[in-house]
């Protein structure tokens, strides 16, 4: 399709399982962006690549977050050991251009993960 | 960073039109004011952005004073389908990628 895409859409894990959540950018997009919305609350920013490269990560919770975009295209963000206040929905977007947040991004549907 | 403040929440009734007012009393020089809608469920949508003055499409409108210390996103003839969060941001120029939110504005749209 042309949007933004993401997978699962949902996701049920054990406290302490591994979760690797899936997003497949516009085609051509340089900028992809991962963000974190809790209930009711506006989405939080994670982290964001220019291509391959990751150059912000400061939004990232802890040492349990990684994300990783290996080919410029599709990005992984990967949650180790998961716990109950992971629980959150998990937005991408990906903007056509380099820089930040002055370019309009598309966000995919987002995967709702639910740690029990 | 660039912080705004909305009002957490408005109603309004079908067919009246709907002004939704953003501060941003730290906007940088460089920075864009942009607005997306947000449906439960969904994740945002892109719905306008501008510098200065005023900018309208085919959805919304968006009024900047000269200060640019705020901004208004109007919504004319609202229906039902209007009803969602709409998010004011601010980009961030000062060498960083994050993009900053905050709650939102929850619409209301009654019959």
């Known amino acids: 399709g042309a949007g933004v895409s993401q997978s699962p859409r949902y996701k049920v894990a054990k406290r302490g399982q591994d979760v690797a959540l899936r997003c497949d950018p516009i085609?051509?997009?340089?900028?992809l962006f991962w963000y974190q919305q809790a209930l009711g609350q506006g989405p939080e920013f994670l982290t964001y690549?220019?291509?391959?490269?990751?150059?912000?990560k400061s939004g990232l919770p802890s040492d349990r977050f990684f994300a990783e975009r290996p080919e410029g295209s599709v990005s992984t963000l990967k949650i180790q050991r998961t716990q109950q206040e992971d629980s959150a929905v998990y937005l991408c977007?990906?903007?056509?251009?380099?820089?930040?947040?002055?370019?309009?991004?598309?966000f995919g549907d987002g995967t709702r993960l639910s740690i029990l | 960073l660039a912080k705004t403040t909305q009002p957490i929440s408005m109603d309004s009734y079908e067919g009246q039109e709907v002004n939704i007012t953003c501060s941003h009393n730290?906007?940088?020089?460089?920075?864009?004011i942009t607005w997306y809608q947000q449906f439960p469920s969904q994740g945002p949508r892109f719905i306008i952005q501008?510098?200065?003055t005023k900018v309208t499409n085919e959805v919304a409108s968006l009024f900047i004073p000269a200060d640019r210390k705020s901004s208004t996103l109007s919504l004319p003839r609202v229906s039902l389908s209007d009803t969602a969060v709409y998010y004011c941001?601010?980009?961030?120029?000062?060498?960083?990628?994050?993009?900053?939110f905050g709650a939102g504005t929850r619409l209301f749209v009654k019959a």
């Open positions: 730290n906007i940088a020089t460089n920075d864009y």
């Open positions: 977007a990906s903007s056509l251009a380099t820089s930040g947040g002055n370019q309009p991004q598309h």
């Open positions: 501008g510098y200065k």
């Open positions: 941001l601010v980009g961030d120029t000062a060498g960083g990628f994050k993009t900053i």
């Open positions: 085609s051509g997009h340089v900028s």
């Open positions: 690549f220019q291509n391959e490269a990751q150059l912000d």
